[in-house]
């Protein structure tokens, strides 16, 4: 796995602890290989923590958890959630995998990597990409508006985040246009709300992220989600990762 701007082995059942702005870069051994991902607001994990007798903030003191039993629960929740099991046995599965992170959190506990520090400017920068990414933001107006030069910019993003600017506004395009497809929107329409020139435009970039077109994509989400209502929706404005 390549993250923070440098590359590691990840064996099976490690956990890797990122924040939501942040891109990885998986190069697959010859073995089959899966990863399960799940976000976290931040406020529901703080609820976990105030459950635990844990009055403080959330921030991850490490960036990766090698396996061991919280890897176990994990695997129970993804189960869960793969066959829509029993709603009180996922919360459950939920509850007991966040509060493993949370245990997680201080160093002493868990052997794992220590998290370099993000600059304060990218930070603005990926706040402000993630707030327009659907717009045609310039680095030059990027930088400008955070008083710094251009390169100094694309260099500290790079450093911290693993891709540069315009790279991290089209991932952030490409994660908005998936959860609309599956949603059941159409290809045209998605195209428009994400920021993509046309739907051709879309339909290249979709294939060379995910090697599928994105017509594809939503009709086989809606065909094995078993929590889908196989309805199309309203647009909206879509919230990225």
């Known amino acids: ?91 459950q599965a939920y509850r007991a995998t966040a509060a493993g992170l949370w245990r997680s959190a201080n160093p002493s506990t868990a052997p794992a990597q220590g998290r370099s520090p993000c600059h304060p400017g990218v930070r603005r920068a990926a706040k402000r990409v993630r707030a327009s990414f659907a717009e045609s933001l310039s680095l030059e107006d990027l930088a400008s508006e955070l008083s710094m030069s251009k390169c100094h910019l694309a260099r500290c993003f790079e450093r911290s985040l693993g891709v540069p600017p315009h790279r991290y506004r089209r991932l952030l395009r490409l994660q908005a246009a998936r959860r609309l497809l599956e949603r059941g929107l159409s290809v045209g329409e998605v195209s428009n709300v994400t920021g993509f020139a046309d739907a051709p435009h879309l339909t290249r970039a979709f294939r060379e992220w995910l090697g599928v077109s994105p017509a594809a994509w939503g009709s086989a989400w809606r065909a094995s989600d078993p929590w889908s209502k196989h309805a199309p929706q309203t647009i909206a404005p879509p919230k990225p990762c």
């Open 1 to 91: 796995m390549w993250t923070r701007g440098k590359e590691e082995p990840f064996r099976s059942g490690d956990i890797l602890l990122a924040e939501a702005d942040e891109i990885q870069r998986i190069t697959p051994t010859d073995r089959p290989c899966a990863m399960f991902t799940i976000f976290w607001p931040r406020s529901a994990l703080e609820h976990v923590g105030r459950e635990l007798g844990l009055d403080q903030t959330v921030q991850w003191a490490v960036t990766r958890l090698s396996a061991g039993p919280l890897s176990a629960d994990f695997a129970a929740l993804q189960a869960l959630l793969e066959v829509a099991g029993d709603a009180e046995a996922i919360l």
